[in-house]
């Protein structure tokens, strides 16, 4: 049962944690993701499909400026979920940073494939190593060792969820 898969990161060395579900299959309804989650009361979805690793600073730093003027502050306002990819990389780094930097409580949820992850310095199988953001308040890892084997999960939130 996806219950028994529920857990708490901790990022020791950015003094947050997050809320985590691990071992979920592509196929699962994200209304039954989202439900294990227990995530607060929230008034609608935005799911970002943003740059990763070859996004330039540059362009990191714009998108991260477009969500501390924009996103943020809607988000916030409005408690919105944030959907993302979570990784310590591009645009979801960006938005990770622009949500803490803000001192925003609206919750955001990376969802990406467990195989390639790492969290201080764990992680949940050998070879590909991608850390997560440490600004995001939830987390949920598909099974999977690719990057792409989360979409179908990440799109069915726009249907499945508040």
Do not use: W
């Not at 979805?45 to 501390?68: N, R």
């Not at 979920?81 to 925003?104: F, H, K, Q, W, Y």
């Amino acid at each position: 049962m996806l219950t028994s898969i529920r857990f708490k990161i901790t990022f020791t060395d950015k003094g947050t944690t997050a809320s985590a579900i691990r071992n979920v299959p592509a196929s699962m309804p994200a209304a039954m993701v989202l439900m294990v989650l227990r995530l607060a009361p929230y008034s609608g979805t935005i799911v970002l499909h943003v740059g990763a690793g070859s996004m330039s600073q540059e362009i990191e730093k714009a998108a991260q400026e477009l969500f501390i003027k924009g996103l943020v502050p809607v988000a916030e306002k409005r408690q919105l979920l944030v959907i993302d990819g979570g990784t310590e990389s591009g645009g979801m780094r960006a938005m990770g940073n622009a949500r803490r930097g803000s001192g925003s409580t609206f919750p955001l949820l990376g969802i990406c494939p467990q195989g390639p992850i790492t969290f201080s310095g764990k992680a949940f199988t050998d070879g590909l190593s991608v850390e997560l953001n440490a600004s995001h308040s939830h987390f949920v890892f598909v099974e999977g060792d690719n990057f792409g084997d989360e979409s179908d999960l990440i799109v069915d939130t726009l249907h499945g969820s508040g």
